[in-house]
């Protein structure tokens, strides 16, 4: 049902277009700045009618308001966060549906990143555009959540379908590759995915959206709690919740 158009903005941001065509209605997820977006819709003969904010950072609601001034757009966001989502019409949160013309949305609370953020789920299209909780081969900083509550947000959203696509909102999966390898240095199929990512990269071609299916065999975010890795942390038969916290303690330090 979704025509989708990655835009890349500022230095590693990404911005997506959807586009219902049935409909007509047409989305901005998460849209940095205003500028990019509107040069798309003008080139392209669309008309923004949704805005879907994932958190509150700046660099994921700063086109908020001129977006919203130029084309009259409905801004739809977290309700747990809706206080620093500028323009905020429409709240949503863990369960609910949104509905993008003829394409449904699912809404997860996913917190951890930020105490607020959501992620959004079209079936349909086997699309998740989940901000910066889940990233290709990583996922967020915790500047506002727990170990435990970043740990439970990644294993709801891993039980997604293996063929999910996912619309993470940065370009980190090179660094991310290169840190993973530190953690499961034999991982086979880590390694085979940081080739390509290496070759995608030198030829500035972007390695987003990442397959669910790989995700699960290579980021070790998602695998905190299986053997493989315990061994390889050195931290066999230990709750996943510690073996996240030190993951991700380990990449804040890389």
Same mark, same amino acid.
């Given at each position: ?10 230095? *590693?941001?990404?911005?997506? @277009? ?22 798309? +819709?003008?080139?392209?003969? @669309? ?10 950072? %700046?660099?994921? =609601?700063?086109?908020?308001? $001129? /977006? ?18 500028? %323009? ?20 997860? *609370?996913?917190?951890?990143?930020? $105490? ?40 709801? +959203? ?37 080739? $390509?990512?290496?070759? $995608? ?9 990442? /397959? ?28 996943? =919740? ?10 804040? =330090?890389?």
């Amino acid at each position: 049902m979704l025509h989708i158009k990655q835009l890349p903005v500022l230095s *590693d941001n990404y911005v997506y @277009l959807l586009h219902e065509e049935e409909s007509g209605a047409c989305a901005a997820v998460d849209p940095a700045e205003a500028g990019p977006v509107l040069a798309v +819709l003008q080139e392209e003969g @669309l008309t923004l009618t949704h805005i879907l904010n994932t958190h509150h950072h %700046g660099d994921h =609601v700063g086109g908020n308001e $001129r /977006l919203k001034e130029e084309t009259n757009c409905t801004i739809v966001g977290p309700m747990a966060d809706a206080s620093r989502i500028p %323009g905020i019409d429409v709240k949503v949160g863990e369960g609910e549906e949104f509905r993008l013309g003829k394409a449904t949305a699912k809404v997860f *609370d996913v917190p951890g990143h930020t $105490r607020g953020h959501i992620a959004y789920w079209f079936e349909s299209d086997k699309a998740l555009f989940c901000g910066d909780t889940l990233f290709a081969l990583g996922c967020g900083r915790l500047f506002e959540g727990t170990p435990r509550q970043m740990w439970k947000s990644l294993t709801a +959203l891993r039980d997604l379908p293996g063929d999910t696509l996912i619309y993470c909102a940065h370009e980190y999966t090179q660094t991310n590759a290169c840190f993973a390898l530190t953690v499961e240095p034999d991982n086979k199929i880590l390694k085979e995915i940081a080739a $390509r990512v290496e070759i $995608r990269r030198a030829k500035s071609l972007p390695t987003v959206p990442s /397959l669910m299916a790989d995700e699960l065999a290579a980021n070790p975010f998602l695998r905190a709690d299986q053997e493989e890795l315990q061994h390889a942390m050195g931290m066999k038969s230990t709750d996943p =919740v510690e073996v996240f916290a030190e993951i991700r303690h380990r990449k804040d =330090v890389f």
